[in-house]
């Protein structure tokens, strides 16, 4: 029988162009609950947004940031923090973003980023050298950036760089969670879309990719799903 449900965001149950999701998806995800189903949600995303995307519903978790941290109902259960000495060693440079669980702290000059960090985080940056409780960092711009230590490389593009701290993972704290709610593997269905998730698959005793999935990840799951508001459904026997 499945407790919980963990799924990705971007790709799972935001389609391309949304900024929130839909209303018909969130009544599915309420009828979940009903049900005690716990339900939880698992991005790259720092929290912040997430809450912006589920329009600041309560009774999920937010896994965040990659598994930086886990929210729920406005309480940070979980915090895989990056050792203060490297944020230190990187916080004076230019084009470095630092986020912590609740807010994203830029110590730049940069006019033309600050005005795209200010619409994407909005009340929820920090123009100061102030800071601490990192779980990710992320640089902006072109070019060369080593590795900063202890942590890995979670995404790229032409624009962005982001790390983690090594050991964090959606599936890291997807355990973490299960371990908290007294939740086995067997109990979890996992549904995701893209490379970073799979390490939260090997939680979930049902796995279930999109259709857009690469192929490693649809090796790893039973099915595949088409839509998403009908795979929920059948999940809390509300369809068949």
């Known amino acids: 029988m499945i407790k919980m449900v963990v799924s990705d965001v971007d790709g799972t149950l935001l389609k391309k162009g949304e900024k929130t999701v839909n209303d018909e998806l969130m009544e599915v ?22 809450k912006d995307i589920f329009r600041n519903s309560k009774g999920i978790y937010y896994i965040c940031s990659d598994g930086g941290c886990i929210e729920f109902d406005g309480d940070i259960i979980y915090h895989n923090d990056i050792d203060n000495y490297i944020i230190e060693n990187l916080k004076d440079r230019e084009n470095y973003l630092f986020q912590c669980s609740k807010y994203t702290y830029y110590n730049g000059k940069d006019i033309r980023l600050l005005n795209i960090l200010m619409n994407k985080y909005k009340e929820n940056l920090k123009l100061t050298d102030n800071i601490s409780n990192v779980i990710k960092i992320i640089k902006y711009g072109a070019g060369y950036s080593e590795t900063p230590p202890c942590t890995y490389e979670i995404y790229k593009d032409s624009n962005w760089r982001e790390w983690i701290k090594n050991g964090t993972s959606k599936g890291s704290a997807l355990s973490f969670l299960q371990n908290r709610l007294a939740i086995n593997v067997k109990e979890t269905l996992v549904i995701g879309d893209n490379f970073n998730d799979l390490s939260m698959m090997r939680y979930g ?6 259709e857009g999935s690469p192929p490693q990840l649809k090796l790893m799951c039973e099915r595949v799903c088409y839509k998403i508001d009908e ?3 059948k999940i809390g026997g509300y369809y068949e």
């Open 205 to 210: 005793g049902e796995k279930v990719c999109m």
């Open 29 to 50: 995800i309420e009828k979940l609950k009903s049900k005690n189903i716990i339900f939880a949600v698992a991005s790259g995303r720092h929290l912040s947004e997430l």
């Open 231 to 233: 795979e929920l459904l």
